[in-house]
Nanobody
Framework: QVQFVESGGGLVQPGGSLRLSCATA????????MSWYRQTPGKEREVVAT????????NYANSVKGRFTISRDNAKNTMYLQMNSLKPEDTAIYYC????????WGQGTQVTVSS
């Protein structure tokens, strides 16, 4: 079945960096645009970044533009999110999924930005 395993989260000070990974299985990863999402308690899940199926194009939420970089390795069915210059408002659980017609969600990985 479809699986998403997000990892790489943790506690980091403001201005720090983290690199998230998302290992996928159960579908043809290379065929689909993929996105990173995040959610905080009481708020709807929001799209952080999206990458085309080939990796040629990427789009970012205004709140993370210039700080986050999405990438993917289709040979490994894995996607990544490099997060730099982290801010307390980046604190959330981060998830990966298809950009459209999402599958069931994985467990996500917690990112906490705090001094």
């Amino acid at each position: 079945q479809v699986q998403f395993v997000e990892s790489g989260g943790g506690l980091v000070q403001p201005g720090g960096s983290l690199r998230l990974s998302c290992a996928t299985a159960g579908f043809t990863f290379s065929m689909y645009p993929m996105s990173w999402y995040r959610q905080t308690p009481g708020k709807e899940r929001e799209v952080v970044a999206t990458m085309s199926s080939t990796g040629a194009t990427a789009n970012y939420a205004n709140s993370v533009k210039g700080r986050f970089t999405i990438s993917r390795d289709n040979a490994k069915n894995t996607m990544y999110l490099q997060m730099n210059s982290l801010k307390p408002e980046d604190t959330a659980i981060y998830y990966c999924n298809r950009a459209y017609q999402q599958f069931s969600w994985g467990q996500g990985t917690q990112v906490t930005v705090s001094s």
